[in-house]
């Protein structure tokens, strides 16, 4: 690990101006992955901003009727939230998914979403990574691409978004709430929250130079059946090859996102609109433009089996409503 320097920050404008006038300064509040990129030298801040300080650990309701969600809530708090649970179970179920547990008590939501992709290339210094090294090439394009993306993806990049609680939140239209090295807040739609790599795979969101999340703000709850299907190599501490989550309604419509096929969390409109068709016609909706490498190709028809699993749990789930 390379030296830094530290501070801690005593509000969150002062944070973002610190980090905005501060060259190669980044934000740590749990540290799950950023400490682990430095041991590799990955990631070489010179300095580090300790954000834990600004009271942004809080789970409020909004005006609107639904939850505002400081950046700094752990993981391990918003699964176990009663209210997340009740009118959001699809939230607390991705993020049971992801990780361990020793993990999910120190991980904050804004580092969530800003988690790096766990490609093997980008954590291998010596393999080219575009995303890591702009300009030096694509290791994974001739390499092992099992875990790698289908669709969104470039000749420079075909790295996939690791997150589980970004996919559920997609599927909850959540907006990242922020604040700027100029003191002022603005609100984004995660759909348009992450970039697609193009030619520039190292600029993965739309942040700018200091800008601090504050929160992610819910919609009012949305009713229906939720649903959140991982698809993984193992049954525990492993990241997704397919992931599913789904609000459905009893008359077949809904929305749904995709994890582990593409740079972001996947969403498209044409899916959401095909949802009462089935899975099939969901999943070609999803991958359309898909770029499969032989040896993920797999994804496609697991994709398709995984939507179709998820359409029929929430009948399921629909059905013993009615009963009860």
């Known amino acids: 690990m390379k030296a830094f320097t530290y501070s801690r920050a005593s509000s969150p404008a002062e944070a973002a101006a610190e980090a905005a006038a501060t060259p190669n300064a980044k934000f740590i ?4 992955n950023l400490l682990d990129l430095m041991k590799l030298q990955i990631e070489t801040p010179a300095h580090l901003i300790d954000v834990n300080g600004l009271g942004l650990d809080s789970i409020e309701p909004t005006p609107e009727g639904g939850l505002r969600i400081g950046a700094l809530v752990r993981n391990t708090d918003l699964a176990a939230d009663a209210r997340v649970r009740r009118d959001y179970a699809l939230l607390s179920r991705a993020l049971l998914a992801g990780a361990s547990g020793q993990l999910r008590n120190k991980a904050t939501t804004a580092g969530n979403l800003l988690q790096r992709t766990r490609c093997v290339y980008f954590y291998d210094p010596r393999q080219p990574c575009n995303k890591r090294a702009p300009g030096s090439g694509c290791a994974a394009m001739g390499g092992v691409a099992r875990q790698l993306g289908l669709v969104g993806v470039s000749e420079s990049c075909i790295a996939t978004h690791p997150s589980d609680m970004a996919v559920a939140m997609m599927a909850l239209d959540a907006v990242v709430e922020t604040i700027g090295a100029d003191g002022i807040s603005r609100r984004i ?9 193009g030619e520039t795979p190292q600029i993965e969101h739309d942040l700018r130079p200091g800008e601090l999340i504050q929160a992610v703000i819910l919609p009012p709850p949305l009713g229906g059946a939720q649903i959140y299907r991982k698809v993984r190599d ?8 397919v992931t599913v989550a789904a609000v459905i309604q009893p008359d077949g419509s809904g929305r749904l996102a995709a994890g582990g096929i593409a740079p972001r969390p996947w969403r498209v409109e044409a899916a959401d609109a095909a949802l009462p068709q089935g899975g099939a016609e969901v999943s070609a909706a999803l991958l359309d433009g898909a770029r499969p490498r032989p040896d993920n190709a797999f994804k496609q028809p697991l994709l398709a089996r995984t939507i179709t699993a998820a359409l029929a749990q929430a009948r399921e789930m629909q059905g013993k409503e009615m009963m009860s």
């Open 29 to 32: 509040a749990g540290g799950t």
């Open 189 to 197: 739609a995660l759909q348009d929250f992450y970039r697609l790599p």
């Open 234 to 241: 193992r049954a525990s501490y492993a990241f997704a090859l």
